[in-house]
């Protein structure tokens, strides 16, 4: 982790917990102790989010898993980022690979929520990765930077304060198969690099740029260690009191 960018460690809580298990997430969140010097924002499944922010001490964040691109109207089912803000919270996971590959979301259509959420003052965590059959094809810079692309179109000079890139390959989600520091840093630099030539220079220095994929207790500071690596987006282990510990990684 550089410096001048603070660490960020997010816990994606998927469709998992109900109202007895969130409780206790919510009391090893706040008891901590948490590094201060890491942004920690935890995005619990909608219809619990209102509840998590109601019992959630103020220094911890709370994001939808996914939003979409207008205010309001006919789309049954879905959430706006304009609701995320209305019950207090300030930040959106858009383009996470469940998403793109479950629920079939494109680049496109992904480009647009990011857009609209920041229009609206809601931040975003925008993930990207690449399937393994990509990454054994050599396709990994050419996915990740074709996907990066439909987010550089939708994010105006001013608002890459509000934006989080998350890199998470596929193939490491879910699957305790973790992308080695190595592996996770090679994409990272690559990403930085790509995005001081696309957008500029002070964007890709201030960028954070975190990594997903079987972040664990166990591997979290060692990822939290490379260079170009900000942070990370836990999946599994943010269930678990284990977060506490991928939060405080860098200390
Ligand atoms: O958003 C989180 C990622 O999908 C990682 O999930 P995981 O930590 O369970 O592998």
Redesign the pocket.
């Known amino acids: 982790m550089a410096s001048q960018r603070k660490f960020f460690v997010?816990g994606?809580w998927?469709m998992n917990g109900n109202k007895a298990s969130i409780d206790g997430i919510i009391q090893f969140l706040n008891a901590g102790p948490l590094d201060p010097n890491t942004e920690v924002v935890v995005s619990p499944p909608a219809i619990y989010m209102e509840y998590v922010r109601g019992k959630l001490d103020q220094k911890i964040g709370v994001a939808g898993q996914n939003c979409y691109k207008v205010e309001k109207g006919a789309f049954t089912g879905d959430i706006s980022a304009n609701m995320i803000k209305d019950i207090g919270c300030e930040w959106v996971?858009l383009g996470?690979?469940?998403r793109r590959n479950v629920f079939g979301e494109s680049d496109q259509l992904i480009g647009e929520k990011v857009k609209y959420a920041l229009s609206q003052g809601v931040k975003v965590i925008a993930?990207i990765g690449e399937k393994i059959e990509e990454r054994e094809g050599g396709k990994t810079e050419e996915v990740v930077y074709r996907q990066m692309q439909a987010i550089v179109d939708n994010v105006a000079a001013d608002q890459w304060a509000n934006v989080v890139v998350?890199y998470?390959p596929v193939w490491?989600?879910?699957?305790g198969k973790t992308a080695t520091p190595a592996q996770a840093q090679e994409v990272h630099q690559k990403l930085r690099a790509w995005i001081a030539k696309k957008v500029s220079e002070p964007v890709a220095n201030s960028l954070r740029i975190i990594y997903?994929?079987?972040?664990s207790g166990a591997n979290c500071k060692e990822l939290g260690g490379q260079a170009d690596i900000d942070g990370s987006?836990?999946?599994?282990?943010?269930l678990k009191p284990d977060f506490v510990q991928i939060v405080n990684a860098t200390q």
Not at 172 to 175: D, F, K
Not at 212 to 215: A, D, E, L, N, R
Not at 233 to 238: E, P
């Open positions: 997010g994606n998927k996971i996470h690979s469940e993930c998350a998470e490491a989600i879910g699957t997903g994929g079987s972040v987006l836990v999946g599994g282990a943010s």
